[in-house]
Nanobody, 123 residues
Framework: QVHLVESGGGLVQAGGSLRLSCVAS????????MGWFRQALGQEREFVGT????????YYADSVQGRFTISKDNAKDTVYLQMNTLKPEDTAVYYC????????????????WGRGTQVTVSS
């Protein structure tokens, strides 16, 4: 069992930056691919990005490509989502998730989820 806790969300103006963290307990993150998803109010949860077990091979949704960066520190059992040039449409609850595969893109591949952290981008 992996317990995930996100932090770092908040209110930021458009064009600003935030860094989200996701700390794991229970199992080492070196055994898991990690992903970030988000869910805006009234919308379905969507994929943001993923990173492989060893912390390489990041892959991003088109909507965040070039603005968001995922990194993974297996020694600290922590994964990060650096978000730059934020836009109002990035407003959502952001979730981290763990998958047992090498890298995972689809929501159904993820077995463990955090409770999320709210990101609000004002215009």
């Amino acid at each position: 069992q992996v317990h995930l806790v996100e932090s770092g969300g908040g209110l930021v103006q458009a064009g600003g930056s935030l860094r989200l963290s996701c700390v794991a307990s229970g199992r080492t993150l070196s055994n898991y691919a990690m992903g970030w998803f988000r869910q805006a109010l009234g919308q379905e949860r969507e994929f943001v990005g993923t990173i492989s077990r060893n912390g390489g091979n990041p892959y991003y949704a088109d909507s965040v490509q070039g603005r968001f960066t995922i990194s993974k520190d297996n020694a600290k059992d922590t994964v990060y989502l650096q978000m730059n040039t934020l836009k109002p449409e990035d407003t959502a609850v952001y979730y981290c998730a763990a998958a047992t595969g090498w890298r995972a893109i689809f929501e159904r591949e993820y077995a463990y989820w955090g409770r999320g952290t709210q990101v609000t981008v004002s215009s």
